[in-house]
């Protein structure tokens, strides 16, 4: 819920803040459709809302990084957040 929260209210919300405990949470593993729903939000926001996710420092893109990589090739990856994840 957190992701959808990030990509349609971000303006209502301490940003970083949430965004914090959002990427503390990922990647989803036992709830597979939430997991899909939650990783191709990440990549949504990160392919069309970046400037939310990064901060100057860019202190999250390890952690971005990191879910990307245990999420790729497995049951929570479909092929369209592949596609976007390889892009």
Not at 28 to 37: C, F, I, S
């Amino acid at each position: 819920a957190l992701g959808k929260i990030i990509k349609n209210h971000h303006d209502k919300i301490n940003l970083s803040e949430v965004i914090q405990v959002w990427l503390s949470h990922l990647p989803l593993k036992h709830d597979k459709p939430e997991a899909k729903v939650q990783h191709e939000l990440l990549t949504d926001i990160l392919l069309n809302k970046g400037e939310l996710l990064l901060d100057s420092s860019g202190s999250n893109i390890p952690r971005i990084v990191k879910v990307f990589s245990d999420v790729l090739e497995t049951k929570v990856c479909t092929p369209e957040i592949k596609s976007k994840i390889i892009l």
